[in-house]
T-cell receptor, first 115, second 113 residues
Framework: GAGVSQSPRYKVAKRGQDVALRCDPI?????LFWYQQALGQGPEFLTY????????KSGLPSDRFFAERPEGSVSTLKIQRTQQEDSAVYLC?????????????FGPGTRLLVL | TQLLEQSPQFLSIQEGENLTVYCNSS?????LQWYRQEPGEGPVLLVT?????EVKKLKRLTFQFGDARKDSSLHITAAQTGDTGLYLC?????????????FGQGTILTVHP
C-alpha cells in the first residue's frame, strides 16, 4: 500500500510569501504529526491531529504557522509571510491509532528554502 | 522541556568495525525509539524500547534502554557500507496519550569500504 506522501517535495519562496505544504497520510490512520527538521538537526515536533481535531499545537514557532486537517485525512501546513529562518524540511507522519507506542510512518518531507 | 543529546554527532569508520551511538537525557522517557534516515527521505523506525534495562537485537544492531529510562545506546557490529545514514533517537513523552516524540540531533554515520 501507499505510504505517506507529501507535496511539493521542494519549494522555493521569496521572503514574505505564503506557502502551503500538503500531507497525504496512510489511509485510515487516525493520528497525524508535523515536524520541522533544520539542516543537520533532528526533527522537532510542530503539531498533532487526531482525526480532524488539532489536539496539540505547542510546537508551532509563531502565529505565522497554521495547520489544518478538515476531514480527518489530508493535512495542510501553511506558513504566512515566510522568513529565512523557516527554511527547513517539513516532515509529516501518520500512525494508525492514537496510542503512544503506535509506529509513526514518515513521509519524504518538503524541503522549503526561503530566499 | 525534555532534551536528548546524541553522541557522537559524526562517525566515520571502515567496513567491519564496531561502533556505538549514545543518546542521553536528564529526563525520564516512557519509551525510546531509534530511527534511520536516508537523504531525501523521512526517518524509518528501527526499534522501540519501553522497559528500563531492556535490550533488543536486530541482526547486527543492538539497542539498550538505560535502567532509569533516561539514556539509550545503539551498537552496530561489523558495520557495512549499507549502514551509512543518519541515526536518530527519539523519546516518547510521558503524560501524553498520542506519541509525541522528542528527537536527538542525530548521528551521521559513514561506513567506508
Amino acid at each position: 500500500g501507499a505510504g505517506v506522501s507529501q507535496s511539493p517535495r521542494y519549494k522555493v519562496a521569496k521572503r514574505g510569501q505564503d506557502v502551503a505544504l500538503r500531507c497525504d497520510p496512510i489511509s485510515g490512520h487516525v493520528s497525524l504529526f508535523w515536524y520541522q527538521q533544520a539542516l543537520g538537526q533532528g526533527p522537532e515536533f510542530l503539531t498533532y491531529f487526531q482525526n480532524e481535531a488539532q489536539l496539540d499545537k505547542s510546537g508551532l514557532p509563531s502565529d505565522r504557522f497554521f495547520a489544518e486537517r478538515p476531514e480527518g485525512s489530508v493535512s495542510t501546513l501553511k506558513i504566512q509571510r515566510t522568513q529565512q529562518e523557516d527554511s527547513a524540511v517539513y516532515l509529516c507522519a501518520s500512525s494508525l491509532a492514537e496510542l503512544a507506542l503506535e509506529t509513526q510512518y514518515f513521509g519524504p518531507g518538503t524541503r522549503l528554502l526561503v530566499l | 522541556t525534555q532534551l536528548l543529546e546524541q553522541s557522537p554527532q559524526f562517525l566515520s569508520i571502515q567496513e567491519g568495525e564496531n561502533l556505538t551511538v549514545y543518546c542521553n537525557s536528564s529526563s525520564v522517557f516512557s519509551s525510546l525509539q531509534w530511527y534511520r534516515q536516508e537523504p531525501g527521505e523521512g526517518p524509518v523506525l528501527l526499534v522501540t524500547v519501553v522497559t528500563g534495562g531492556e535490550v533488543k537485537k536486530l541482526k547486527r544492531l543492538t539497542f539498550q534502554f538505560g535502567d532509569a529510562r533516561k539514556d539509550s545506546s545503539l551498537h552496530i557490529t561489523a558495520a557495512q557500507t549499507g549502514d551509512t545514514g543518519l541515526y536518530l533517537c527519539a523519546g516518547g513523552a510521558g503524560g501524553t496519550s498520542y506519541g509525541k516524540l522528542t528527537f536527538g540531533q542525530g548521528t551521521i554515520l559513514t561506513v567506508h569500504p
